[in-house]
């Protein structure tokens, strides 16, 4: 079992940064591939980022590509989500997630562990 805690949300301006954490304990990260995914009030879970688990290859919704980068340290059993240029849009609850392997990783389906959410708020 793994569980997950986000830390470093909170309201900015538009065009401003967050950094978000992802904590996870009970087991190590390392052979997991980690992500982030986001709901917006009324709407479905929304993948943002991947970061795999060996290769430390990345993915990103087309909506945050080239503002947001995904990372990890395996050392501290944390990954990390920094969010630069933020706007309105971007609000939302964000979740991170962890899974030793996945099919679709843009399906919210295909993760086994979340966290609880951290609140994002962007205003503008």
């Known amino acids: 079992q793994v569980q997950l805690v986000e830390s470093g949300g909170g309201l900015v301006q538009a065009g401003g940064s967050l950094r978000l954490s992802c904590q996870a304990s009970?087991?190590?990260?390392?052979?997991?591939?980690m992500g982030w995914f986001r709901q917006a009030p009324g709407k479905e879970h929304e993948f943002v980022a991947t970061?795999?688990?060996?290769?430390?290859?990345?993915y990103y919704a087309d909506s945050v590509k080239g503002r947001f980068t995904i990372s990890r340290d395996n050392a501290k059993n944390t990954q990390y989500l920094q969010m630069n240029n933020l706007t309105p849009e971007d609000t939302a609850i964000y979740y991170c997630?962890?899974?030793?392997?996945?099919?679709?990783?843009?399906?919210?389906?295909?993760?086994?562990?979340w966290g609880q959410g951290t609140q994002v708020t962007v205003s503008s």
């Open positions: 009970g087991r190590t990260i390392n052979g997991l591939a």
């Open positions: 997630t962890a899974a030793p392997f996945y099919g679709d990783f843009r399906k919210p389906g295909e993760w086994d562990y």
């Open positions: 970061i795999s688990s060996k290769r430390l290859e990345t």
